[in-house]
């Protein structure tokens, strides 16, 4: 769907792109034989980019055909295509969705299959005794991203011979973005297209069932991953939030709601970054979308920026607030009468690393979306636990003022666009690492989107050593997340990139696929390279498969393997200290899901991959940027077991 004069260049399509991606995947077929209303309105208003993924990185029509009506009103009402629905008159708008759906089921229709997937009454106790084995997106506070045997329940052989237990399909579900939290046998999973989060009990391996469930009252979908932990008063409690920037903490034992709180201050605010939760604080990072709506003369440009929250975990009020920048100014005439704000930018995507030994939060920011660059745009930055005030910040890529459709060289009709600047858009989107060395020392991990990796020294900021893995590109590069283990970093590269000046990008030595850099020098001790697959029925599967294979999910250390799944549903468990491969599924087929929902897999990208009590949890389908989607959560079992 377009934005005015934003248009479907390559950049500018990520509007379209980011705009419904949290949409679902399940409806029915259209079986009208007469055109219906809402086709005009569609190929005016939407057809440039979604009839065309492969070049405005859209989701595709079959993705919107499969998504639930309520969530594509949420997207034309309330979310990231308000702009543009703004311009529908409601009977037109309910055209729109009608078109795309084909009547397809309403949301409580389309989840009837929880009530028949409960456990039996007697046996819907949570157990919280044991450690969470998975209590955030990095899986501990450091963000090592990292499972012992133990932890796991599988051993390295035990991964090296896997098979499927059994598959739940999300009816309506087209991007499966987001990881469950894990104690003992409950596997807490927030699923976006839903809007609800799930307690199942995965006792008997291949019978799941649900201890509660907890649906939002808001039509917003889900954004982040679960986030875990244990308050001073004991009580565990789960944190997390939604595409409208509304903070749930639930009771882990009961699912009830604790309370919820709205944490947006600037029009495009939006929460995507997992909350940690502490045991006097929760923390939640805020992130904002004006750089995918800004570059359209209508909108006010620019005036958001991202900000860290601390918020008490009894009653969910502010006890201090971090701002990436001062709030915007006004700058000059932008040439029509109305004027031009900044600075702005500086976005929080990723899930902060928790320090509590230096009492630091250490996370990394975006670009700008508009002068004067900020020093804290494509930034690593640490603050102070206690009150939130900085400590330092590093840049990693200066004057990278970024919006949407604007290209390096904007035409003089684009009034909110600037020419100074490199127009990269290399967030560091991937949530940085606390790593320590077996010689003693602690170290700070980043990973940029444009390929670099940066080592720094935790007190202070300063730089280590850095390693720049090609120059990646607005989709990564280094995209969700980098791992530690064994004094090594495990990093996934999802596109290599095009030679810049200065940087030249050789194929033959840099490629997509998983990295392992020694954490002391950031040397490459082995790298393992994917590749295309476009064999038998995989084009028809995968329509992107000739172009989209690089590793983008942020990886899981299990046991001396690493395990990481591709952009074409291809899953991957390696051997940690050679990069050999052990294993590999294609998790882009169809299944039939336990809970009797039919299902199928895409590419697997996001946070999917966890383990707990004996099992391989991935999800498999994210419908946007032009990947394919899926509705699927896998469970994964050694082999004969």
Not at 188 to 193: E, G, H, I, N, R
Not at 348 to 376: C, Q
Request: charged fraction near 15%; glycine fraction near 12%.
């Amino acid at each position: 769907m377009r934005l005015g004069s934003v248009g479907i260049a390559r950049a500018g399509a990520m509007v379209a792109a980011i705009a419904l991606w949290s949409l679902g995947f399940a409806a029915s077929a259209q079986t009208a034989s007469a055109p219906m209303p809402g086709e005009a309105i569609y190929k005016t208003h939407c057809a440039a980019c979604h009839d065309n993924p492969e070049t405005s990185r859209a989701p595709a029509k079959t993705t919107l055909n499969a998504m639930r009506s309520e969530a594509i009103d949420f997207a034309l009402t309330q979310g990231k295509m308000k702009a543009m629905g703004a311009s529908l008159s409601d009977a037109e708008r309910g055209q729109l969705i009608s078109y795309l759906t084909g009547g397809a089921a309403t949301a409580a229709a389309a989840d009837d299959w929880a009530g028949k997937m409960m456990c039996q009454a007697s046996h819907r106790g949570v157990d919280l005794h044991a450690p969470a084995t998975v209590a955030g997106f990095g899986f501990n506070d450091s963000n090592t991203r990292t499972l012992s045997a133990r932890q796991a329940g599988l051993t390295k052989a035990q991964l090296s011979h896997l098979q499927l237990a059994w598959a739940i399909a999300i009816p309506g579900a087209t991007a499966m973005r987001a990881q469950p939290a894990i104690v003992g046998k409950t596997v807490f999973l927030p699923v976006a297209d839903a809007s609800t989060m799930y307690a199942f009990d995965v006792a008997d391996p291949v019978k799941p069932c649900i201890k509660w469930l907890y649906k939002t009252q808001s039509k917003a979908p889900l954004r982040t991953s679960a986030g875990y932990g244990v308050l001073a008063d004991g009580r565990g409690v789960l944190a997390f939030a939604g595409q409208d920037s509304t903070v749930y903490l639930l009771d882990a034992k009961t699912g009830q709601a604790i309370w919820t709180k709205k944490v947006g201050v600037y029009k495009f605010s939006m929460t995507t970054g997992t909350p940690v939760v502490l045991k006097d604080r929760i923390i939640v990072p805020v992130s904002q979308f004006e750089i995918m709506v800004a570059g359209d003369n209508a909108q006010v440009c620019c005036n958001n920026h991202g900000y860290v929250l601390s918020l008490d975990p009894k009653t969910g009020e502010q006890q201090w607030r971090y701002d990436t920048m001062p709030d915007a100014a006004a700058l000059h005439d932008r040439g029509d009468g109305k004027m031009l704000f900044g600075p702005s930018g500086a976005p929080i995507w990723s899930s902060p690393a928790i320090d509590e030994k230096r009492g630091l939060i250490y996370f990394g920011t975006g670009e700008s979306n508009s002068p004067p660059v900020h020093p804290n745009t494509d930034a690593m930055i640490a603050i102070s636990l206690k009150d939130g005030k900085q400590v330092w910040s590093r840049q990693g890529t200066d004057k990278d003022v970024f919006l949407s459709g604007c290209g390096p060289h904007p035409k003089p009709t684009q009034l909110n666009c600037v020419t100074d600047t490199v127009y990269r858009d290399v967030d560091f989107g991937a949530s940085f690492v606390v790593g320590h060395l077996k010689r003693g020392l602690d170290v700070v991990y980043a990973g940029q989107k444009s390929g670099a990796v940066w080592a720094l020294q935790p007190d202070t900021g300063r730089l280590l050593w850095r390693n720049d893995l090609g120059t990646g590109s607005p989709l990564g590069g280094v995209h969700w997340g980098i791992a530690f283990d064994n004094d090594t970093v495990y990093v996934p590269l999802a596109q290599i990139g095009r030679t810049l000046p200065g940087q030249k990008v050789d194929p033959a030595v840099v490629k997509s696929g998983m990295y392992a850099l020694d954490a002391d020098t950031g040397a490459i001790k082995w790298m393992f390279a994917t590749s295309p697959d476009c064999t038998g029925d995989r084009p028809q599967r995968m329509a992107t498969c000739k172009r989209t294979y690089g590793l983008s999910t942020a990886p899981a250390i299990i046991d001396g393997t690493v395990v990481e799944g591709g952009l074409d549903g291809y899953l991957y468990v390696l051997d940690a200290k050679t990069g050999a491969p052990l294993w590999k599924f294609d998790t882009a087929v169809t299944y039939q899901g336990i809970n009797g929902v039919a299902g199928k897999g895409g590419a697997i990208d996001a946070a999917s991959i966890t383990a707990g009590d004996g099992l391989l949890f991935v999800n498999s389908g994210y419908g946007m940027f032009g990947q394919v989607g899926g509705n699927v959560f896998l469970a994964f079992k050694p082999a004969g077991k």
